[in-house]
């Protein structure tokens, strides 16, 4: 779930602020506090964001998994260099979890 402290990271990373409920506490001097209308559009786009940004994790995860492949005292398979390319190239053709047809590890 996106809320208003999500979008308020977003928006201003390095402001001072707390969020009480539904209640901004704005104790920032040198940024200025987002309006409701930014704060509710930015979490819009954050929740349109969510999709390909848990791909990409999970996709990370499984190049970690194969990270020792590419030690360099170890000469990588082409089936495991073609593996760890079609992971990184996931995000090219899939957008969400949902449809991704992951490649199988060799």
Do not use: F
């Not at 170890?74 to 979890?97: G, K």
């Amino acid at each position: 779930m996106i809320t208003k402290a999500d979008a308020l990271l977003a928006l201003c990373p390095n402001a001072h602020w707390i969020v009480r409920g539904d209640v901004i506490e704005w104790n920032d001097t040198t940024e200025t506090q987002p309006s409701e209308a930014e704060i509710n559009a930015k979490i819009a786009e954050l929740i349109a964001e969510q999709p390909i940004r848990l791909l990409r994790e999970k996709r990370d995860r499984l190049i970690s998994q194969t990270d020792w492949w590419a030690s360099s005292d170890l000469a990588m398979s082409a089936e495991r260099a073609a593996y760890r390319q079609a992971l990184r190239d996931i995000t090219n053709t899939y957008q969400s979890l949902d449809d991704v047809i992951w490649p199988e590890k060799p």
